[in-house]
């Protein structure tokens, strides 16, 4: 190639590139502009320590410890659970522990288990609940069982309520009477929400008043005396008069020899929750009744 056509295609070239050149816009940015990155949620997590025990179908139930790790999408939270099982047999509590938060009632997830309770022993287990849109529990309650049952109420702090422990409670009850030749010495007695040897929960307009007594058989047949639900009756405050329940559990029965007692016998009635009075054991032999008279709550 000669010099001349050397230079010619030399300015073509030059030419083609001034074209492009002019054709880029020198005000566009070089680069695409990087968006701002927002931040994830920080979680925070809170504990709960509580050891409250409640009292739920003749089991005890102890909330040990409530941890939520919770931002304002919500999150998850962790209760310890306890259950003892003073029975004799083994046990399954079937009452469900709810959480309740802000009113929204809220269940475990599927993967949370009580495993069934072995006879005077006692289980642990975790139950974790998937809030949603949920950033605080303060406020919380976890209730045990459900309507129309009587329902123990667990709150994570003071100002979500007051404890339903569904305790029994223990009374101071004494007096005698005589009825011919039966004679009735009370021992105490106890209110109690469910019942143990069942394993249910009562409804929630009732509870049970169980009386222990010593019973003695003041004759001389030497067949002694059959003692039977029919010698005992509860007189309410309102003159109503019942029996022991009638299902193989709550009346002691017992062939008491002459001149002999029986220590530590027991009906158990069901009365209406949170009555409150003077109360009667009635003793009845022979077309003869005697009461033997105490007060409950006042």
Sequence with gaps: M???????????VALIGASLAGCVDSNAPSAAP?????????AATMVYELGSKVWYAGLEITIDRVSATLDERGGPVDVLVGVANPGADPAQLDAKLVLVVGGVRMEPTRE??????????SV???LTYELQAV???????????ASPFHIARVPLTPGAGDLVALEPVALELTGSATASSLKLTIRGGLLRWDLPDWWEELGSGLQTLTVTYDAQYTGDFAGGFAFTGENVALRLPDGTVVSARRDGHSQSVELIGARK??????????????????FALLVRNSGTEKAIVFAIGD
């Excluded at 950033?135 to 069982?145: F, L, Q, R, T």
């Design 112 to 121: 949370s288990r009580i495993p069934e309770v072995p006879a005077e022993g």
């Design 2 to 12: 000669t010099s001349l056509g050397l230079v010619r295609r030399l300015g073509v």
């Design 34 to 42: 990087t968006s701002r990155i927002t931040p994830e949620p920080t």
């Design 124 to 126: 642990a287990a975790i």
């Design 135 to 145: 950033d605080s529990i303060d406020d919380a309650v976890i209730e045990i069982g």
């Design 261 to 278: 007692t029986k220590k530590n016998l027991f009906s158990r009635f069901e009365i209406p929750a949170g009555l409150t009075g003077k």
